[in-house]
């Protein structure tokens, strides 16, 4: 879990990973899908995936309070 400033850097952080074949999600907070953002949906799906199958998510301070991924170390 890397935590960024801006949905910004979450978006360019995620892409420059996924570029380089780095499976990555990413988690920012709601709002237009125009600004970078998700959705209800989209969060639940993005923790899943993280929880499931990436190993890397970069989040916002959406993710700062209330996230628990016990698997995370």
């Keep these: 879990l890397i935590l960024v400033k801006t949905r910004n850097d979450a978006v360019a952080m995620v ?3 996924q570029q380089r ?3 990555a999600e990413m988690l920012v ?6 600004r970078y953002g998700m959705t209800p949906k989209q ?3 993005a923790l899943s ?8 998510m ?3 301070s959406v ?9 995370c170390n």
Aim: no cysteine.
């Design 15 to 17: 892409n420059y990973l």
């Design 29 to 34: 907070g709601q709002s237009d899908p125009k």
């Design 63 to 71: 993710a700062e309070e209330g996230l628990d991924v016990v698997s």
């Design 49 to 56: 995936n993280f929880k499931s199958k990436s190993k890397i």
């Design 21 to 23: 074949g780095i499976d």
């Design 58 to 60: 970069i989040a916002t």
């Design 43 to 45: 969060q639940l799906d």
